[in-house]
């Protein structure tokens, strides 16, 4: 039965939301304080390269079992009508550990790195359903706004709590705390807070439609998710379109996330303050908020390709222009340039990959989606990171990312565009 246009628009909207409420961690945790926190709290008796070289490698290795587990929990979600409860699942594990961070003392960076994994972990499994509830909550033609929609939603409520973190950051004493380190603990806490106040929309009113799983027992729901998968697996070559499109995902993709989780531990290396890095990230999230829907708009009117094609070219400046860097202000013009298209990028392959597969099987598929996207995450971090410790120069570490950029842009134009 067709829903309502009232019942859809509800649904849109609180699955958005999701995005408002986990983009706090990307904020304030992976791309804001975590990076910059650990090197000068948790692990100060390590070297700038031994300290970022352990926050690449750890990305590196939760990415890579969240990619080999992603396909798995997809499918297995499809067979039991429980996506919504793999979201919180995996979004609950996100949230205690980020709030566990607060408790942890300087010098322990083990324990930091630890913790920090499982809350991405946490983050990036949650989000293996949460895409795959966009074929749920919208119909074909509306999947641009709709996930350009949440990205938005990220970016501005990512954005909201990043500026009162850094203001807490910044001022302390406004807020009652004696310092700058008391500041950011609290800035951890207060993001397992907002990620769990605004997750309750979509579990509230994101309904997924019964298939045949009622009544079936645990093993059955095991054994079809496996022989889903299975045949998923040996059926792929039937959509040619989407295997295309996930090897240029695979590629760009590493590149856009390796900005993301790398940019202030880059920014250390090359010696710009923290206070510079994390007020350009924050202009990030206000430049990301518009330019996502932005982006959303004219990939209805000028197709995917043209759109991914674009921003993709863009990051390939970004990278050029990053390794001749050595300023706050030519930090702050890359935080005003990747703002413009991060989301872009992220909305459009989300929803140009929707159109390529069956709705019966987007939790699976969304499954290899994010199989594909964090595994590649696997090598970016690390060959960023491992680079830069061998050679000792950062910038042969960040040029590094043109072997994923430039390659992923060719193979994008082999795919068809629907559009």
Excluded: H
């Excluded at 628009?9 to 408002?20: F, Q, R, T």
């Excluded at 390590?46 to 590196?60: K, R």
């Excluded at 970004?318 to 990028?345: H, I, K, N, P």
Aim: charged residues 10%.
């Amino acid at each position: 039965m067709e829903p309502t246009s009232k019942k859809l628009n509800k649904s849109v909207w609180s699955w958005a939301l999701y995005d408002w409420a986990n983009s706090a961690f990307a904020t304030t945790v992976m791309a804001g304080f975590f990076p910059i926190f650990f090197k000068s709290y948790w692990a100060s008796d390590l070297s700038d390269a031994e300290s970022t070289f352990a926050i690449g490698s750890v990305n590196s290795l939760v990415g890579l079992l969240i990619a080999f587990s992603a396909p798995v929990l997809g499918a297995f979600a499809d067979a039991g009508d429980s996506k919504r409860k793999f979201l919180f699942s995996f979004a609950f594990l996100g949230i205690i550990t980020t709030g566990y961070l607060f408790f942890i003392p300087d010098s322990s960076w083990k324990i930091a790195i630890i913790f920090y994994g499982l809350g991405v972990i946490g983050f990036s499994g949650a989000n293996v359903f949460y895409d795959s509830l966009l074929v749920t909550v919208s119909k074909e033609e509306e999947r641009n706004r709709t996930s350009a929609l949440g990205f938005s939603l990220g970016y501005l409520g990512g954005g909201i709590l990043f500026l009162l973190n850094v203001i807490m950051f910044l001022y302390p004493n406004w807020f009652g705390l004696e310092s700058q380190i008391e500041a950011v603990l609290w800035s951890f806490m207060s993001v397992a807070l907002w990620w769990l106040i605004f997750s309750l929309p979509i579990y509230l009113n994101v309904k997924e439609p019964t298939q045949s799983s009622s009544g079936k027992s645990v093993n059955r729901i095991i054994t079809e998710a496996f022989s889903s998968l299975l045949n998923t697996a040996r059926s792929i070559k039937e959509y040619k379109s989407a295997v295309i499109f996930l090897l240029a995902y695979f590629l760009y993709m590493d590149g856009v996330d390796t900005i993301i989780r790398m940019a202030t531990s880059y920014g250390s290396d090359i010696g710009l303050s923290a206070t510079s890095m994390i007020q350009a990230l924050l202009l990030t999230q206000f430049v990301g908020f518009p330019a996502t829907l932005v982006f959303g708009y004219y990939a209805d009117k000028f197709g995917y390709k043209y759109s991914l094609s674009f921003a993709i070219i863009v990051y390939i400046f970004v990278v050029l222009f990053s390794s001749q860097m050595d300023t706050a202000l030519e930090f702050y013009v890359v935080a005003c340039v990747v703002g413009l298209v991060q989301g872009g990028v992220q909305a459009i392959s989300r929803s140009f990959f929707s159109t390529l597969i069956p709705t019966n099987k987007a939790a699976e598929f969304f499954g290899f989606y994010n199989f594909i996207g964090k595994s590649s995450v696997f090598i970016g971090p690390f060959m960023v990171s491992g680079i830069a410790l061998v050679s000792g120069s950062p910038s042969y570490g960040i040029l590094s990312l043109l072997i994923l950029f430039i390659p992923g842009l060719i193979l994008l134009w082999m795919v068809p565009d629907k559009n």
